[in-house]
């Protein structure tokens, strides 16, 4: 019996590691595509909460991987190599400490994607108040740290996490905020969509991260509902903005020539790209769905993509906006 219950216990283990090792791949994943959607957004738009949004992706992305995934792997390391529970805690804490300045900036950041989301910008002494108080916050916590190290105690490792995690929901909250407080005329999505895109994830992780201590298994929906956060809001407004994004007869007539687009299939692709479904399409110009399948397959072969969304980015890559006409 106990020989059974050993390799039960083995093949538990192995379970968990290989569940944690998924939930790093799902991890690097979800950063890559907040990345990528963020830095074609960057890049294709002009405005600067696009900019904004891509920093506040990869400082929350590399805050991720330091402080949690790092504390993760050196608590497995060290968890039979350390025999007291309050060394270990003191070691694997320092990780949160020391991705601190991470946060600090990647919350700006996000504050200032919010402000600029609705069409301001935030002001220069904003951000000379704000890093002055993280500072002293930083030197606190480190102090801290100091003096827990030296008297040897625990230090209260679940009460900064605690700390930050609130701070972040706060910080998310406040720019939630100021994105419904805006004007509407300035926004080009809807404001409760978007709320509800930002909000939501970090709800989530926060609500997971309060019961870690219950199951293994809420740490790794802690960690998907993290990484989620910055990837989903990212691919929301790429998407979002790249198919209501219009187009102009002379380049969209340049497009259609350079692939070969006959006059129904450029139709097609129209209606495709102001995101409308197959149903839609076949409501509009009044032709079966089969008829809109067969014109959309022969339309994915002639430019070479293999779905809507590739081709939805294949024409806002190719038909750029013409420049506003300057008034004499």
Request: proline letters at 3%; aromatic letters at 14%; a positive charge.
């Amino acid at each position: 019996m106990s020989d059974e219950w050993s390799l039960f216990t083995i093949l538990a283990n192995n379970m968990r590691i290989g569940i944690f090792i998924f939930c790093f791949i799902i991890s690097v994943g979800l950063t890559a595509l907040g990345l990528m959607t963020s830095y074609r957004l960057k890049r294709l738009e002009e405005k600067p909460f696009a900019s904004s949004l891509f920093y506040y992706t990869i400082f929350l992305a590399a805050f991720g991987f330091y402080s949690i995934w790092s504390n993760l792997v050196v608590e497995f390391l060290l968890d039979h190599v350390i025999t007291s529970k309050d060394t270990l805690v003191n070691i694997v804490g320092i990780f949160p400490l020391l991705g601190f300045p991470l946060l600090i900036v990647a919350w700006y950041l996000f504050i200032q994607f919010s402000v600029e989301l609705v069409g301001f910008k935030l002001k220069p002494y904003v951000s000379i108040v704000y890093f002055s108080v993280c500072i002293l916050l930083f030197f606190f916590l480190a102090n801290y740290f100091k003096n827990q190290l030296i008297q040897d105690e625990a230090i209260k490792l679940s009460l900064i996490v605690t700390g930050f995690a609130i701070t972040h929901l706060l910080v998310v909250g406040v720019g939630c905020i100021l994105i419904l407080a805006g004007s509407k005329k300035r926004m080009e999505v809807k404001k409760e969509l978007i709320v509800a895109v930002i909000f939501i994830p970090v709800l989530l992780a926060k609500i997971a991260l309060f019961m870690v201590s219950s199951h293994w298994i809420i740490v790794v929906l802690f960690i998907v509902f993290y990484y989620s956060h910055p990837a989903i809001i990212a691919s929301y407004l790429y998407f979002k903005r790249s198919s209501g994004k219009p187009i102009t007869d002379n380049e969209f007539a340049l497009f259609c020539h350079e692939f070969e687009i006959s006059k129904r299939e450029s139709e097609i692709i129209q209606e495709i790209c102001q995101g409308k479904t197959n149903q839609e399409i076949a409501d509009s110009l009044f032709i079966t769905i089969q008829t809109v399948k067969d014109h959309a397959s022969r339309i994915y072969l002639k430019t070479g993509v293999k779905n809507r969304i590739q081709l939805s980015n294949l024409v806002g890559e190719k038909i750029k906006p013409e420049p506003a006409k300057s008034k004499p």
